[in-house]
């Protein structure tokens, strides 16, 4: 199992290069004897036959750079319990899966890929945090609770689709009513909420409701929008001849655009702050927010962790390219004809 499996393309392209000089260099070799004397007069000058020593060296390159390549692809071992001591808060991410968010209109990426996007990377940057997750649309959904295993997490964050709710529509009050219940408001450490949606909201006493109890509890909602003002279709099936049908209403395309209106009063009433998603390096301007929060010590506790076994690749690509820069191309002259040096 590898943790950066994409970092498989390094690994190619390095082998292919190395092939390919490889091979120009021998060419260049065979060129250079031929124009230096005839293969007769060759064996004729030479004390022995060329040794195999460049070949080994040249393997040796290859298989070092081949053994680095995989282990930037971090390959993982056994799972393990690891103690929890560091500082840390409590977060519970609230996404929307409405149909809304299946809009193509960030790049020609659906609005749903782009948020896990964000989340997946937002929560490769967490450490000693813990992390629930609460879907919603018309209705809400626990998918995830509280807990230090990032791993979970992310499967779950997987597997969410518009299909997992029946009821559509955007309920941000309820998402927010449901993540606050997920906290334990007898625990020391900080609460966040990180709020993910497109703000289509019409609720509006229900959602200052919820609004005003984050408020209370003195919990902040950070926003995060998703989507374009110039707004995008939203796709529903196929037909028959593969062109996509997109939701119509009273026989009209139905556009849905980003209300930035609700995201911005929800980040601002609960001393929080909204971030307009465009692409995937948002992640890191919303992990810069809530790394302004007050962490609290946090011990005790344990999360599920892989074991790394990407340095084992490191030093016997380090050893093998150390063995090769020691073994000489050449066999010194004064050693005897038949030493098995000259065989290799």
Do not use: C
């Amino acid at each position: 199992m590898f943790k950066n499996p994409e970092n498989i393309s390094l690994l190619l392209i390095t082998a292919i290069w190395v092939a390919v000089l490889w091979r120009v260099a021998s060419r260049d070799i065979r060129r250079r004897r031929e124009a230096f004397a005839s293969v007769t007069m060759l064996d004729r000058i030479a004390s022995h036959k060329p040794t195999r020593r460049p070949v080994f060296k040249w393997a040796m390159v290859l298989v070092g750079l081949m053994l680095m390549g995989g282990g930037l692809m971090r390959p993982q071992g056994s799972i393990f319990e690891e103690d929890v001591v560091g500082q840390g808060l409590d977060l519970v991410v609230a996404l929307d899966i409405s149909k809304s968010m299946y809009a193509t209109d960030i790049e020609g990426n659906s609005r749903l890929e782009i948020a896990k996007a964000i989340l997946g990377r937002m929560v490769n940057g967490l450490r000693d945090d813990r992390v629930g997750l609460v879907v919603f649309a018309g209705e809400t959904m626990v998918q995830s609770p509280l807990s230090y295993d990032k791993g979970a997490f992310l499967t779950f964050l997987e597997r969410v689709s518009p299909n997992l709710l029946t009821k559509q529509g955007t309920n941000l009050a309820g998402a927010i009513q449901t993540s606050l219940d997920r906290f334990d408001m007898t625990a020391s450490q900080s609460k966040v909420i990180l709020l993910i949606s497109d703000g289509e909201d019409k609720d509006k006493q229900r959602l200052q409701a919820a609004i005003d109890e984050a408020g209370r509890k003195k919990i902040p909602v950070f926003t995060v929008g998703i989507g374009s003002e110039k707004g995008g279709r939203i796709p529903v099936s196929r037909n028959w001849f593969g062109d996509v049908e997109y939701l119509r209403h009273k026989g009209q395309v139905v556009i849905t655009r980003l209300e930035e209106t609700n995201l911005n009063e929800i980040a601002e009433k609960t001393g929080a702050r909204y971030f307009r998603a465009s692409d995937i390096s948002s992640a890191k301007e919303v992990i810069g927010g809530l790394d302004g929060i007050k962490r609290v010590v946090v011990t005790g506790g344990t999360r599920l962790v892989r074991r790394e076994l990407y340095y084992i690749l490191v030093l016997l690509a380090f050893f093998l390219l150390l063995l090769e820069w020691m073994v000489s191309e050449r066999i010194p002259y004064e050693r005897e004809r038949d030493h098995w040096l000259k065989r290799i």
